[in-house]
């Protein structure tokens, strides 16, 4: 096979690249820098529609929320909501930071402003607040939302806002003992709101709200890990989350939320395991809810469906012999992930294995982010697996259908802009930012 090419190289940050991510259905490329600066990338043309410095320090995390707003989350103990519609750009600069000269460019329209703790590098995660959905911030149309972030004054705890109303709705307090809070996933399962986190001991823990009362449930814990999580992020329907640390390895854990997930029979006495790590005795009549999570799986090795202790052993784990992986993000379709390495290297594994697929080499420096353009759903996840389908896209014009591209005069024929927007919005891009301040984007699957 061979080695994997980027399509383009994008310039303008003048400063390290802590965050990127797709948004507005693939049509845009938000990254942000260690300045604080955001830039908004056309992909059709791959130029910059939008720069301005959203924070005065570093920015940690960048999301888009629905079509018109952007989330942006900074060193400078700010979460800021931005307007940003499509005909809000032509009000932006569209010079890089490297370019700027005198004033500092404007800002858009400042929605909301979260003071947030961000002196353990822990970057936000959000979720429509709205059970049972399954969608994505970027396709968030309720107008409700919920962040969690860390607490602002422990650290090992997590906060959970709402927004717009920006009202801290839950407080999860996992204890000392696993040190800060490194990475968040806040996601709704169901009906159910989970909460995966993952800490500065090497420990990853799934929390469940339980009963729609402020009670938060610890479902699982996996210490497997020798070094700080780095980062987590949990397949689209909630089925399962990976991890990744400064030590060499990748994790699939598993999201348990019910009794019928862990354990097939309850035994005679049920404990609790709180999100502060206390049990608490249940009686024996105890045989459903969330309770018969923790039937002394622990201490008598009882095993379920999932297999083995499944509260506290993960799905599968890879050692990769590569160490310091981050960024780690799913592709929307659940077949790949990717990482961002310390070494310069970005790595494509497949979800069901942990096998490595592909190793995209271009920075000369540590990549620090990388993000998926959002992928249609395939069928037959053992391609990915083999790694047979990872190849180029198709070009451009063999993107276009057929029909439209065989008759160039006609009426229903498109522009060269239309088949650039086309090719831009359908392609499965994967970005890498770099301490260079450069990005590189490729296209496999």
């Avoid at 990338?41 to 920015?59: K, Y």
């Avoid at 999301?63 to 307007?83: E, S």
């Avoid at 080499?361 to 047979?388: C, L």
Wanted: charged share 20%; glycine share 8%; aromatic share 6%.
């Amino acid at each position: 096979m061979a080695q994997p090419a980027p399509i383009n190289i994008l310039r303008g940050h003048k400063s390290q690249i802590h965050a990127t991510a797709f948004v507005r259905g693939n049509d845009r490329l938000a990254t942000g820098d260690a300045d604080g600066y955001v830039m908004l990338w056309d992909l059709a043309i791959m130029r910059p529609r939008a720069v301005w410095q959203a924070h005065q320090n570093a920015i940690l995390a960048i999301r888009g929320w629905g079509n018109d707003k952007i989330i942006t989350h900074g060193r400078d103990h700010r979460l800021v909501v931005w307007q940003l519609r499509l005909e809000d750009e032509q009000n932006l600069a569209s010079v890089s930071p490297l370019e700027l000269t005198g004033d500092t460019p404007p800002q858009p329209w400042m929605l909301h402003v979260l003071d947030v703790n961000t002196m353990n590098f822990c970057a936000f995660s959000g979720c429509p607040n709205t059970p049972g959905s399954n969608t994505t911030l970027a396709d968030d149309t309720s107008g409700t939302i919920l962040v969690a972030v860390p607490n602002t004054l422990l650290a090992e705890s997590i906060d959970i806002f709402e927004l717009p109303s920006q009202r801290r709705i839950h407080t999860v307090k996992p204890g000392e003992k696993n040190g800060m809070a490194m990475t968040l996933a806040v996601l709704y399962k169901g009906t159910n709101l989970i909460l995966v986190a993952g800490f500065e001991n090497g420990m990853c823990s799934v929390f469940v709200l339980y009963d729609k009362a402020d009670k938060w449930i610890m479902t699982y814990r996996g210490q497997s890990h020798s070094q700080p999580v780095l980062s987590v992020d949990v397949e689209a329907q909630g089925e399962y989350f990976i991890s990744s640390a400064a030590d060499s390895l990748v994790v699939k854990h598993p999201v348990p939320i019910s009794s019928k997930a862990v354990l097939p029979t309850a035994p005679a006495s049920v404990k609790k395991v709180t999100a502060t790590g206390a049990d608490a005795s249940t009686p024996p009549t105890a045989t459903s809810g969330i309770g018969a999570l923790f039937a002394s799986g622990a201490k008598t090795g009882s095993t379920g469906e999932l297999g083995t202790k499944a509260w506290e052993d993960p799905i599968k784990v890879a050692n990769t012999k590569h160490s310091g992986q981050q960024s780690l993000t799913i592709r929307s379709d659940g077949l790949v992930f990717a990482t961002a390495g310390w070494d310069s290297k970005v790595r494509i594994y497949a979800t069901k294995s942990l096998k490595e697929l592909a190793v995209l080499k271009w920075h000369q420096v540590g990549v620090y982010a990388t993000a998926f353009a959002h992928a249609k759903s395939q069928t037959g996840s053992a391609a990915a697996d083999s790694g047979k389908k990872l190849q180029m896209s198709p070009s451009i014009h063999e993107d276009v259908p057929d029909a439209v591209v065989s008759n160039p005069g006609g009426k229903s024929a498109m522009t060269v802009k239309d088949r650039r927007y086309h090719h831009a919005k359908h392609t499965h891009w994967v970005v890498a930012g770099a301490k260079d301040g450069k990005l590189s984007l490729w296209d496999i699957y």
